[in-house]
T-cell receptor, first 111, second 111 residues
Framework: DAGVTQSPTHLIKTRGQQVTLRCSPK?????VSWYQQALGQGPQFIFQ???????QRGNFPDRFSGHQFPNYSSELNVNALLLGDSALYLC??????????FGQGTRLTVV | QKEVEQDPGPLSVPEGAIVSLNCTYS??????FMWYRQYSRKGPELLMY????GNKEDGRFTAQVDKSSKYISLFIRDSQPSDSATYLC???????????FGTGTQLKVEL
């Protein structure tokens, strides 16, 4: 079992650009959540996808959007990047009544 | 007031010491509590998961929940240098709902 896999592991973008991050959930999991972790902080919930729809959303602007595919994998898109979007982006997968398992994260640097 | 409060540390202890890590939370609606361990530049790894008051043991780790005082603790016995990491407490309403994290406590176990 490969667990939760995220790609890419690192990337550098310029302010104003757009970025897409990808996540494949753990086998048997159908729910994907995305978190943003700034340096020295705990992860902050962005949103959650289940059955290809956004089920819950945290306090993030509309520049953050996502998608879930029929195979349960997911994408996080961020438009009009700001310097403050620099962070570790974490994907977590789960299924009904199971705990969440996290991937290794994508480290995004906005310059 | 943050929903989950956690002392960021850093906390430095000698090898073999008993470590006590603590969090407080403000919303008593949430019934599920977790402890995650995060090594530098890695994703969080689930250590302990509990949904009731009292103690739960797993090897050298004990999670304690006191719902009357809204206090959760993680104890590490016989601490090892490999325990050096950031420990994140989290709570959720359960059933695959979003996790709310504390800021994390950085622990260093020294030889």
């Amino acid at each position: 079992d490969a667990g939760v896999t995220q790609s890419p592991t690192h990337l550098i973008k310029t302010r104003g650009q757009q970025v897409t991050l990808r996540c494949s959930p753990k086998s048997g999991h159908d729910t994907v959540s995305w978190y943003q972790q700034a340096l020295g902080q705990g992860p902050q919930f962005i949103f959650q996808y289940y059955e290809e729809e956004e089920r819950q959303r945290g306090n993030f602007p509309d520049r953050f959007s996502g998608h879930q595919f029929p195979n349960y994998s997911s994408e996080l898109n961020v438009n009009a990047l700001l310097l403050g979007d620099s962070a570790l982006y974490l994907c977590a997968s789960s299924s009904q009544n199971t705990e969440a398992f996290f991937g290794q994260g994508t480290r995004l640097t906005v310059v | 007031q943050k929903e989950v409060e956690q002392d960021p540390g850093p906390l430095s202890v000698p090898e073999g010491a008993i470590v006590s890590l603590n969090c407080t939370y403000s919303n008593s609606a949430f019934q599920y509590f977790m402890w995650y361990r995060q090594y530098s530049r890695k994703g969080p790894e689930l250590l302990m998961y509990t949904y009731s008051s009292g103690n739960k043991e797993d090897g050298r780790f004990t999670a304690q929940v006191d719902k009357s005082s809204k206090y959760i603790s993680l104890f590490i016995r016989d601490s090892q240098p490999s325990d050096s990491a950031t420990y994140l407490c989290a709570r959720t309403a359960g059933g695959g709902n979003k996790l709310t994290f504390g800021t994390g406590t950085q622990l260093k176990v020294e030889l």
